[in-house]
């Protein structure tokens, strides 16, 4: 809202900032992406949710102490008209939150049904032409793939029996898919990367990108790491610690919702270094994360990296990294620009996951027979392409001999 009333620039957006690169480099053709690709305009965007607190979005905002009291008055009138809907919830998924805004029904069906009645209501009332949904609520415990997730009729059947195997975001995104919406999850949740759901995304022409925004320290992480491996520096330990003192550090210090957060942050450092290609750099790498709840910081996360690395002739060198960052102005960004793409992706006619997506996020989903991108400039490279394709302009592979032919 601050961003398009012209109150600031919007830093971090690839889709309002950044451009692309189109034909040879002597053609000196690089527009914006919102040149280049009919993505929806920040002026027709309609803003809704749910969550389990009644607080408007001004006040919720407040509460959260992210932005400046005197940029909020600015928006404040549209903030105020923002009021959740009543929530989804199970304090079974997240334990260290409780709320009164939040749904009563016989079974999970009957909440997948009422957030369905939700979103037809939303539609209509705003007048909405597309509708995109991202799940940027609480991270969730860890949980693992069943039986119940494994076709749209073994769901269906334990959503009428609530089955435990179904958490809260998962209801949410039955609901998105089933309305074929396209779904995005900012969390690290199993939510919508299991059979059962993409079963439904391909049915439902919905297309899918997640898991888990990647932000902060894994962001750095992937831009760091594909560095070392490309000069071939040996990695023999990667150690990251963070301070945080939100609400998402609050619920990250259950250490069932920190495993689900562990697994997500864990996986990039494994598929960059490739051990099993080059196991005298990076087998038995010692990589270990912690998060520390720490309430003084609030939003503004700091995270510390330090990595042992081996050169030439085996000896060690160290590397720290001290990123003094704020959580919510890192992700606000790519919130959007994935809801925009995802968007763009549906009238391109594109469902299921959606990989070239993959550069947001710290465990991107994947098909199953591949393994996950998560080098940044891969990632970011595999979505221009994607963008040229999609406008029928040639994909650029950097070879560029024919500037000396
Ligand atoms: N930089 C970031 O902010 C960032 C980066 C990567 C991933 N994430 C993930 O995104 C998620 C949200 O992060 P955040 O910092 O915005 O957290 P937050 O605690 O500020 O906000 C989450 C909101 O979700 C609500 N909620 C929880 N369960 C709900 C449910 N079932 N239905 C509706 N609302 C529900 C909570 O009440 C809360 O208001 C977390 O999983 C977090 O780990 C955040």
Redesign the pocket.
């Known amino acids: 809202m601050a961003i398009r009333r012209g109150l600031a620039p919007p830093i971090g957006s690839l889709t309002q900032m950044g451009t692309i690169r189109l034909g040879k480099r002597t053609e000196g053709r690089t527009p914006k992406i919102h040149d280049f690709v009919p993505l929806a305009s920040l002026n027709d965007i309609v803003f809704g ?5 009644e607080e408007d979005c001004y006040a ?1 905002a407040r509460t ?1 102490g992210v932005l400046e009291p005197a940029q909020l008055e600015r928006v404040r009138g549209e903030l105020e008209a923002i009021k ?1 809907m009543p ?4 304090r079974r ?2 334990k260290r ?1 409780d ?1 009164p805004n939040v749904k009563k029904g016989k079974n999970k069906r009957d909440l997948a049904e009422q957030v369905i009645a939700d979103i037809r209501a939303f539609k209509a009332e705003h007048g909405c032409d597309r509708m995109v949904m991202i ?6 415990v860890y949980m693992k793939e069943t039986a119940v997730h494994a076709t749209i009729a073994s769901f269906e059947k334990a959503l009428e029996e609530s089955d435990d195997a179904i958490p ?2 998962m209801v ?1 995104a039955y609901a998105a898919l089933r309305e074929g919406l396209p779904f995005a999850n ?4 199993l939510t919508a990367d299991v059979p059962a759901m993409l079963q439904l995304a391909a049915r439902c022409k919905a297309p899918v990108a997640g898991n ?5 320290q894994t962001l750095i992480k992937t831009i760091i790491a594909p560095g070392l491996k490309a000069r071939l520096l040996g990695v023999k330990g990667w150690y990251s610690t963070n301070i945080l003192g ?3 550090g ?3 210090d259950d250490p069932e919702s920190f495993k689900t ?1 562990e697994e997500s942050k864990k996986s990039a450092l494994d598929y960059i270094f490739q051990p099993h290609l080059y196991p005298e750099l990076y087998q038995d790498l010692c990589h270990v994360v912690r998060i520390n709840y720490y309430p003084p910081r609030g ?1 503004n ?1 700091e995270g510390w990296d330090n990595i042992d690395l081996i050169g030439w002739l085996g000896y060690p060198m160290q590397l720290k990294i001290n990123f003094l960052c704020r ?2 102005i ?2 606000a960004p790519i919130v959007l620009d994935s809801v925009l793409f995802l968007d763009l992706a549906k009238r391109a006619g594109m469902s299921g996951i959606q990989e070239w997506l993959s550069f947001y996020f ?1 465990s991107p989903m994947h098909a199953p027979e591949v393994y996950p991108e998560h080098d940044l400039f891969i990632q970011l490279m595999k979505l221009k392409n994607t963008l040229r394709y999609l406008q029928g302009e040639d994909l650029i592979t950097h070879l560029g001999r024919e500037y000396y032919d």
């Open positions: 949710g749910w969550d389990i607190f919720a959260a959740p929530a989804v919830f199970d998924y997240v939150l709320g799940w940027c609520g609480s991270t969730e809260s975001s949410y900012a969390a690290p949740n888990d925004m990647k932000t902060g939100n609400r998402d609050e619920v990250l957060k939003d996360k959580d919510s890192l992700a710290k």
